[in-house]
């Protein structure tokens, strides 16, 4: 059964930093989309960003506004997916999820993501940024 558990939120003062993960389980994320979404209250679901499977070359997305600002990356022996998050702004708070599935397109060319098509999430971890 698939799982993924999200780790490394908390609460940080704007300009600071946070690495979230994303730990996988059941299933190897190398072959799969693996997506970053957030959720701020009174807010519909965001998707932020997204690696592909290495088949693709583990291509990258990123949100117009977080770009440049955050980073995801795969640890293929931990089975876990990494978003750096840098210049932290107080728009980015929010809890924050990954999800997985084999097929949604992921690159700078493929457009937003949609929650809609990743079937695996986790419980999502909570990011707070404020002085």
């Known amino acids: 059964q698939a799982q993924l558990v999200e780790s490394g939120g908390g609460l940080v003062q704007p300009g600071g930093s946070l690495t979230l993960s994303c730990a996988a389980s059941?299933?190897?994320?190398?072959?799969?989309?693996i997506g970053w979404f957030r959720q701020a209250p009174g807010k519909e679901r965001e998707g932020v960003s997204c690696?592909?499977?290495?088949?693709?070359?583990?291509?990258?997305y990123y949100a117009d506004s977080v770009k440049g600002r955050f980073t995801v990356s795969r640890d293929s022996a931990k089975n876990t997916v990494y978003m750096q998050m840098d210049s932290l702004e107080s728009e980015d708070t929010a809890t924050y999820y990954c999800?997985?599935?084999?097929?949604?397109?992921?690159?700078?060319?493929?457009?937003?993501?949609?929650?809609?098509?990743?079937?695996?999430w986790g419980r999502g971890t909570e990011v707070t940024v404020s002085s």
């Open positions: 690696i592909s499977a290495m088949r693709d070359n583990s291509g990258t």
């Open positions: 999800a997985a599935e084999t097929w949604p397109p992921c690159s700078s060319d493929a457009g937003e993501l949609r929650a809609g098509d990743f079937g695996s």
């Open positions: 059941g299933f190897t994320t190398d072959h799969y989309v």
